[in-house]
């Protein structure tokens, strides 16, 4: 089993939806979570992080989280074509200075 | 705000060689970090060094090592180099550690 777990995509989207993506960890002792959007051909940017259970908004972003299940997910209202990237899940422990990264979802939001 | 610089961007190695990347991390970050992607294992993590010490090393032989100045600049090393060393080498940095790191564009190394 993988440390973290996403679906591989893609998943598509029409302009204006809500995209929804997933994320699943095994490690109970994670505790700092991240968003990373890549596009193709460049490195990962941090989109939002989330520490706390429940929902963190940012703009157009909802992370939400749950420990309980091992669950953090990104929403993206309004999707539009140039959110088309690999959307990354990275998670960490508090004693530790590494993240652990999913290997990604791909999202296409079509015109 | 000069971004984190990787250089060189681009590199072609024939088994057995030795190759070094450098990373120039963003003024004022202390905290560095190496990882790899490949299309099949996705983003691993190398290690981090922070002021200097290496506070935490991923699950890669030791042919892999790295090393931070006192001007936080840091440099990895790969030994004998495999094919399956094939990849995109990104550093990242931020002020104290893993909460919000800022990526290089990467080195992407070949192996022929």
């Known amino acids: 089993q993988k440390e973290v777990e996403q679906n591989s995509g893609p998943l598509s989207v029409p302009e204006g939806a809500i995209a929804s993506l997933n994320c699943t960890y095994s490690d109970r002792g994670s505790q700092s979570f991240f968003w990373y959007r890549q596009y193709s051909g460049k490195s990962p940017e941090l989109i939002m992080f989330?520490?706390?259970?429940g929902d963190k908004e940012d703009g157009r972003f909802t992370a939400q989280l749950n420990k309980a299940s091992q669950y953090v997910s990104l929403l993206i209202r309004d999707s539009q074509p140039s959110d088309s990237a690999t959307y990354l899940c990275a998670v960490k422990r508090d004693s530790s200075y590494k993240l652990i990264f999913g290997s990604g979802t791909r999202l296409l939001v079509r015109p | 705000k000069a971004g984190v610089t990787q250089t060189p961007r681009y590199l072609i190695k024939t088994r057995g060689q030795q190759v070094t990347l450098s990373c120039s991390p963003i003024s004022g970050h202390r905290s560095v970090s190496w990882y790899q992607q490949t299309p099949g294992q996705g983003l691993q993590f190398l290690f981090e060094y922070f002021s200097e010490t290496q506070r935490n090393k991923g699950n890669f032989p030791g042919r892999f090592s790295g090393r931070q100045f006192s001007n936080s600049r840091s440099e990895m090393n790969v030994s004998t180099l495999e094919l399956g060393d094939s990849a995109l080498y990104l550093c990242?940095?931020?002020?104290?550690?893993?909460?919000?790191?800022?990526f290089g564009s990467g080195t992407r190394l070949t192996v022929v």
């Open positions: 990242a940095s931020s002020p104290s550690g893993p909460d919000g790191y800022t």
């Open positions: 989330i520490y706390s259970n």
